[in-house]
Structures are given as structure tokens and as C-alpha cells.
């Protein structure tokens, strides 16, 4: 009762890192709060996947598994999350904000009438008066995220319904396992007594998946190019020096938008974030919208002619110069000074 839940993507048996990183957090959150953290595991073959979600800090793992419920598909997915949470009264409900978690998400939330908070970026634990109805609430989950094109951050609260659900997006937190010897209790579901034949009306015939070609968020090192590279030809520089480095390239929104790179290699509010070792900025401005994807990289080298660009804010070194004139000698004595 009360307590902070976790829905886990799975996929060929594993979990995946959205998940991972949710729990790292909600672990966070339910000490705050003085409750327990539990996740739901709902696929085939799942034995010993508690294993895996322990070291989390996990309390409870509800395991649901049937060969009918992988892979995901959404009316039998929905009808054990919503009996589950009815059943078990969550005060949170976390999930990815992926392709299954924004069609999982607002079935659940309709169902429950617990409105839902998608694309968070934040999660907090604070308090909020309502001074027009003179009423303190406590221990609220504040859902912070970009909105109106990323030109704000809202804080957005749910005072009244329960849980309050959000959906994150992958890579904005921290995966930290705790505790490799933590231990929580397992409870194995009877999937008849949340789901119905009729929701398991689709299945899935044949299924093909495409993987990513672009691994951009694993990258130790990523040289990225906003929209001072000037034209799709100026990125090959980047691409030339990201092999130099054994590095991925990306891109800043407004790089992407003039059609200079691939969404795929989007970094910002509205694209991936991420945490290499090496983040070299070419041509970027350093707008909030981009700077909330990459600043907590290890360290951060801005290559820019402007030398009051907001990106040097954050950068551990500045080299104010032309993209130009810049990637190709650090190419040139990399070279060299790697022989």
C-alpha cells in the first residue's frame, strides 16, 4: 500500500536500461518517503529475473508470466497493471517514456483516473500549499519536464489522485545498483486472475525488429555539431574526427532540424541524453534544451567562434575558433601524437 511501483520493459529476457534506471530512482524516492519499492515483471521465461532487479533495492517483484504475454502487446499488459495497482494502491507508478510505455501509460492512468505526466526529464519528493483551498500537501511527486518546445521546465503535481504516474525518458537518470546482496520477496501472479481470454485477442504472428544502427547514448566519446557545422558537407568533418577518437557523433535540435544529421543522433530535452567521457561541442550555441542532454559528461571541450556562447558556460575548456579551422588540426595532431 503506498508504495512506489515500477513497470520493467523486457525484451528477449532482458531488462532494459529504462527500467534499470527507473529503479535506481524510484529507489531513491521510496526512502525518501519511508515506503517500499516494487517492481512488475510481465513476459515468458522470466525465472530468476529477480535476480536482476534486487541489487536495485527492489522490496517486491510481482512476476507475471505466460507465454501469451511476450512480446508486449497492450490489452493484456494493461489489464494486469490496472487490476494490480487497484489491488495494490501504489502512491507512484513509473515507466519508460518508450514506444511500450507511452501506449501502456495512458490506458492505465484512464483506467485508474490518475492522470499521467509524460517525457519527465526530473522526479522530486516536495510539498505544495493550495492557499486558495488552505491546504498544505506533503510528500507530493513533483514531475518536472520541458514543455512548450523545451522553452520551459514545468513542474507539474497531482494532489488528489493516486498513483501519480509519469512516464521518463530513457537516459535522463543514473543506473546505480545499491546493493548486490539486497534481497525483496517475489510475488508470482496468477495471470487468469488478471487477464481475460479476450485480451489475449491479437497475437503476434510474426514480429520483426529492427536494432539501431546508431548507439550514440553508449558512446564514451561523442563530438556533436550544431547548426554553426553550416550544411550536412560540414559534418563530415565531426565524422572524420569521431573516427579519429573511436567516437559516435551528434547533433544538436537546431542541426537536426535544417536537415544537417539524423534524429537518431539528436541530444537535448527533445533528443537522447547522455554521459560520455568526452563531449566535444562543434558549433553550438548551448541552448538549455541541449545543455540538459549532455552536462554532466565527464568532461566537455566547446569549439566555437563566439566566445560568449552558453555552452562555455558548462565546457571544461574553450577553444574559440572556426569549426573549420579547428576539427582539422585537432585531427592532425591527434594523429600524430598517437603514433
Partial sequence: MNNVFVYCEIEDGLIGDV??????????????????????????KLNGIEKVLFPYGVDVVHIADDPRLAPYTTLPHSAILIKLFQQEKPQIALMGATSVGRDLGPRVSSALHSGLTADCTALEIGSHEDKKADKVYENLLYQIRPAFGGNIVAT???????????????????????DPAYKGKVNQLNVADYVSDTDFAVSVIERH??????????????????YGMGSKDGFKLLFDLAAVLGG?????????DAGFADHARQIGQTGVTVRPKLYIACGISGQIQHIAGMQESSIIIAINNDPAAPINSVADYVITGDVETVIPKLIKYYKKNSK
Avoid: F, Y
Fill in 156 to 178: 507539474i503535481i497531482n494532489p488528489d489522485c493516486r498513483p501519480q504516474m509519469a512516464t521518463v525518458r530513457e537516459g535522463v537518470m543514473k543506473k546505480e545498483p545499491i
Fill in 19 to 44: 527500467s534499470l534506471e527507473l529503479l535506481t530512482k524510484g529507489r531513491t524516492l521510496a526512502t525518501q518517503l519511508s515506503c517500499q519499492l516494487e517492481a512488475v515483471a510481465i513476459g515468458h
Fill in 248 to 256: 559516435e557523433v551528434g547533433a544538436s535540435r537546431a542541426a537536426v
Fill in 209 to 226: 525488429v529492427e536494432a539501431s544502427k546508431i548507439n550514440i547514448k553508449s558512446a564514451p566519446i561523442i563530438v556533436s555539431g550544431g
